[in-house]
């Protein structure tokens, strides 16, 4: 296993497609080990495959119970209710935005060895399952923010009990 660099904002593979994966095989599972040796050092709760400048539809998130799901060619076939809360990414450092998403989403995706499977989550797992599946498709959570927020702005906010 290795740590990779995740790329931030203005970097070009952030905005790309990704490709979906095809061959399950080593390359893909050293991908895999990658992606969560990186996301446990960053502290973050999820890193998809163009953050570290790999265009293929593999993302790993955070649960409830603190384990990391590996989600190979994800897709979200279940959605309901709505969250309005802060959002963050790795990619993004330091800046947090409110985002709407949905409180409780359920993904169909592929295992590292290929097998079918479904997953659901709520509240900052199913925010986590659709920030980083959106990763695959080009897109950062600052698309859907009318403003950012440093950690001092935060910080401050509180302070006064004010919220963003």
Not at 46 to 59: E, F, N, S, Y
Not at 150 to 162: I, N, P, R
């Amino acid at each position: 296993m290795a740590l990779r660099k995740i790329l931030t904002q203005g970097d070009p593979a952030l905005g790309k497609v990704c490709r979906p994966v095809e061959k399950f095989d080593r390359k893909l599972h050293w991908l895999l080990d990658d992606l969560k040796e990186t996301l446990e050092e960053s502290g973050g709760v999820g890193l998809a495959a163009p953050q570290v400048g790999i265009l293929r539809r593999a993302v790993i998130v955070v649960d409830d119970q603190e384990q990391m799901i590996e989600l190979i060619n994800p897709v979200i076939i279940h959605q309901e209710g709505e969250q309005d809360g802060l959002e963050g990414c790795l990619s993004v450092p330091g800046m947090y935005g409110k985002v709407k998403r949905p409180n409780y989403v359920t993904v169909r995706a592929q295992d590292r060895s290929g097998n079918f499977f479904e997953v659901s989550g709520e509240e900052m797992v199913a925010r986590c399952f659709c920030h980083e599946l959106e990763h695959l498709d080009g897109h950062l959570f600052v698309e859907h923010t009318d403003r950012l927020y440093s950690v001092d702005e935060l910080d401050a906010m509180d302070a006064k009990g004010e919220e963003p």
